[in-house]
């Protein structure tokens, strides 16, 4: 495990760090990102800020994320995100924005409601999972900026600044939603993927391209633009690929290893049609 103060390795089991004397046990700031390390994820999947204490547990296809609380501190998610809490957490759901700012999230595929878990009267747990099998990364962000695929957004510190952005008109046409999430601010950032996460860091000047359906989540200062996958509208289609991204470093890049979208796609021929009739199951009960 990583000191959250200065970052330095611990010893497994410790609470005390022999570099800067930080104690886990103590309320400690969230932590800066290591020397060259952009997205600061702990390796172990633990960690600790102000008022919170988490850990990343079934890891990475059937992620749950353990939020514990110290008293009268809160964390906000996703409708729906909540698996399991303490009895003492108390829970509140409301349109975060008014009602402008749920008509935005409704519109990026979000739900139009945040739920607030607060720890009442004593340290309480809570826990969080994504609705599909995946990964879950839990972010220590230090004053920065993230886009989060809107899908990919799970929960974060109350204190984080989250908004809806405009992701660009071509990416209607892959069928990727409108808009992405823009996070800002210090403290815990939980992201979630459909099946495993994938780390790609890029250096100044290199450019990189990925499936808009595979993305969840980069750094703000990293440049990105939308196009085809391929010259001409007939070819982009025939690929399978339609809509990119296409980023230039520096920067880092979070990426899901599956595509919710194109599964949805290959099992749909499966299932029966509204009809009854197609390619689907068709049962008779008899009459």
Same mark, same amino acid.
């Given at each position: 495990m ?13 609470s005390?760090?022999g570099i800067?004397?930080n104690?886990?046990d103590?309320?400690? !700031? ?11 994820i ?10 919170? %204490?988490y850990?990343?547990?079934h890891?990475?296809a059937f992620?749950?994320?353990v939020?514990?609380?110290? !008293?009268?501190?809160s964390?906000?998610a996703e ?5 399991s ?9 409301q349109m ?9 999230r ?5 739900s139009?409601f945040v739920?607030?878990f607060?720890?009442?009267?004593? !340290?309480?747990e809570v826990?969080?999972a !994504? ?15 993230f886009f ?7 929960? %974060? ?9 405009? %992701? ?16 800002q601010?210090?403290?815990l950032?939980?992201?979630?993927s459909?099946?495993a ?7 100044p ?9 595979h ?16 010259s ?18 520096? %920067? ?7 595509n ?7 099992l ?5 049609t ?10 008779n009960?008899?009459?």
């Open positions: 990583n000191c959250p103060q200065c970052g330095a390795q611990m010893k497994p089991g410790s005390f760090c800067c004397g104690r886990l103590a309320a400690a !700031p969230a932590a800066a990102p290591l020397a060259g390390e952009r997205i600061h702990d390796e172990d999947s633990r960690g600790q800020g102000r008022g919170y %204490g850990e990343v547990l890891q990475p992620s749950l994320a939020v514990r609380l110290e !008293p009268e501190q964390i906000q409708s729906g995100a909540m698996v809490m303490s009895a003492n957490i108390e829970l509140q759901s975060k924005g008014g009602l402008f700012g749920a008509i935005k409704a519109a990026g595929g979000e139009a739920s607030t607060t720890a009442r009267g004593g !340290p309480g826990t969080l !994504p609705g599909a099998p995946g990964d879950i990364a839990a972010i220590e962000m230090n004053n920065q900026t989060v695929q809107s899908s990919s957004y799970l929960a %974060g510190d109350a204190s984080l600044v989250v908004d809806t952005k405009w %992701g660009g008109a071509k990416s209607f046409f892959g069928g990727e939603g409108l808009f992405v999430l823009q996070v601010g210090q403290g950032l939980l992201v979630s459909f099946g996460i994938h780390r790609k860091r890029l250096q000047g290199e450019r990189y391209v990925v499936d808009t359906g993305l969840v989540a980069w750094e703000g200062t990293t440049q990105y633009s939308l196009r085809k996958a391929a001409g509208f007939f070819r982009s289609m025939v690929s399978g690929e339609g809509i990119v991204a296409e980023f230039s470093g520096p %920067g880092e890049l979070l990426i899901q290893t599956r919710l979208a194109a599964l949805a796609g290959l749909k021929p499966f299932f029966p509204q009809g009854g009739s197609g390619s689907g199951f068709n049962i009960l008899g009459s």
